[in-house]
Structures are given as structure tokens and as C-alpha cells.
């Protein structure tokens, strides 16, 4: 069974860090691209990055370039969202997702989704 679970969320001040993790089970990441993607209430879910398997494609929201970093440890079959410098704005439930696309950053191409983790960031 495929799944993936994020964990990491939490609340925050502005200014402060949170770092995601994506646990990936019943199937290899290694051949997929990684994404991470997030939605705020009221809000339509929006990219925030993604990387592919072999780390060539590595995309980011402009929003969060310089601020949030994605990595994955293939090996351990997890992806990371590191974030730093964090703005109130980020608040919103982040989820970790699979594709087969190559650096895809449109969400309807990753058919794996996990739960969400929700991060609050206050000001």
C-alpha cells in the first residue's frame, strides 16, 4: 500500500524554523519526483517545491526561494522541507506528494498524496 505521512508541523513564530518530514512507504521514491505542496483556509492548494529523484529538477514557489529548502534521502525512502525564516503567510497544512512527472510543479500530476501536517506561524 502506498502511502506517505508528514510530520514536523507545528506553530511557530515569524522569524523561526519548522523542518517537514515525509515518510514514504510501499513503494521506492528513488524513481519519483518529490513535491511539497500546501493550502491555507479559504485558499486553493499552491506549490511550494519539488525535486526529482535524481536532484537535477529542484523548483521552488518564488514565495518561498531563499527561505525553504527540499532534500531527500533515497536511501530512507524521506523527503525534507526545511524551513527558515518563516512569515505568518506560510501558514496553511503543507502535504508531501509523488509523480512520475519529472520536476512537475502541477499538483493534479502527483497521484500519491499524504495527510498533511499542519504549520502556524505566528506574528
Known amino acids: 500500500q502506498v502511502r506517505l505521512v508528514e510530520s514536523g508541523g507545528g506553530l511557530a513564530q515569524a522569524g523561526g524554523s519548522l523542518r517537514l518530514s515525509c515518510a514514504a512507504s510501499g513503494f521506492n521514491i528513488s524513481r519519483y519526483t518529490m513535491g511539497w505542496f500546501r493550502q491555507a483556509p479559504g485558499k486553493e492548494r499552491e506549490f511550494v517545491a519539488t525535486l526529482s529523484w535524481s536532484g537535477a529538477w529542484l523548483y521552488y514557489a518564488d514565495s518561498v526561494k531563499g527561505r525553504f529548502t527540499i532534500s531527500r534521502d533515497n536511501a530512507k525512502n524521506m523527503v525534507y522541507l526545511q524551513m527558515n525564516s518563516l512569515k505568518p503567510e506560510d501558514t496553511a497544512v503543507y502535504y508531501c506528494?509523488?509523480?512520475?512527472?519529472?520536476?512537475?510543479?502541477?499538483?493534479?500530476?502527483?497521484?500519491?498524496w499524504g495527510q498533511g501536517t499542519q504549520v502556524t506561524v505566528s506574528s
Open positions: 506528494a509523488a509523480t512520475s512527472v519529472v520536476g512537475s510543479r502541477n499538483g493534479d500530476d502527483y497521484a500519491n
